[in-house]
């Protein structure tokens, strides 16, 4: 089956600093990735889908330049998250879906191991 | 109102329960339906695709009512490993996936 691997799995920084995390599509091209936050105990927030060669979209709510997208190739996306800050803390999950059929409607959607980020 | 909704429970049920849960959409043009796993701090896992027809995995019935706007899900002789949160999920669109909040299920010895 297909496989999105996600990169690092857990990282510590201090406030200010700014964090990358890769989103890689291992065994299919993405040219559309997602990027989820999740809080304890709450659902998976769609942040912005991420787009092969073009801008991310974001959701209502959410910065776009602090949580910087680049989608640069069919296999890979990363998000920054810049300056973080305490609140930022979350755990961070990206995903591709992989369509079975040409029209869309039998599809997939393979999500990296996740991102646990601690900034403290 | 939200996209998808689900009660978050939890739910504590005992070994060899039958439990059902259900989760209702907002958007009618939505196109497909899944339930999805998700353990404690791990990513969520696709559990079953939801068809109009409805559909069994071996001890799990997902069903779907357009009518109703409505999905669910029924485990039955539970074990303990089905101990996790179920996710609900919709797509109003191509590829865009909608999350419900999650159902916690707990099963006991």
């Known amino acids: 089956g297909a496989v999105v691997s996600q990169h690092p799995s857990w990282v510590i920084c201090k406030s200010g600093t700014s964090v990358k995390i890769e989103c890689r599509s291992l065994d299919f091209q993405a040219t559309t990735m997602f990027w989820y936050r999740q809080f304890p105990k709450q659902s998976l927030m769609l942040m912005a889908t991420?787009?092969?060669?073009?801008?991310?979209?974001?959701e209502q709510g959410v910065e776009k330049d602090k949580f910087l997208i680049n989608h640069a190739s069919l296999t890979l996306s990363t998000l920054t998250v810049t300056s973080a800050h305490p609140e930022d803390s979350s755990f961070y999950i990206c995903?591709?879906?992989?369509?079975?059929?040409?029209?869309?409607?039998?599809?997939?959607?393979?999500f990296g191991q996740g991102t646990r980020l601690t900034v403290v | 109102r939200k996209e998808v909704e689900q009660d978050p429970g939890p739910f504590n049920v005992p070994e060899g329960a039958t439990v059902a849960f259900n989760c209702t959409y907002s958007n009618s043009a939505s196109q497909s339906f899944f339930w999805y796993r998700q353990d404690c701090r791990k990513e969520p896992k696709l559990l079953m695709s939801?068809?109009?027809s409805g559909n069994e995995d071996g001890r799990f019935t997902a069903q779907l009512n357009r009518a109703s706007q409505y999905i669910s899900l029924l485990i039955r002789d539970s074990k303990l490993s089905d101990s996790a949160t179920y996710l609900c999920?919709?797509?109003?669109?191509?590829?865009?996936?909608?999350f419900g909040t999650g159902t916690r299920l707990l099963v006991s010895p």
């Open positions: 991420s787009n092969e060669g073009s801008k991310a979209t974001y």
């Open positions: 995903s591709a879906t992989k369509s079975f059929d040409t029209a869309g409607t039998n599809t997939e959607a393979f």
């Open positions: 999920v919709v797509t109003p669109g191509f590829q865009k996936l909608v």
């Open positions: 939801v068809y109009s």
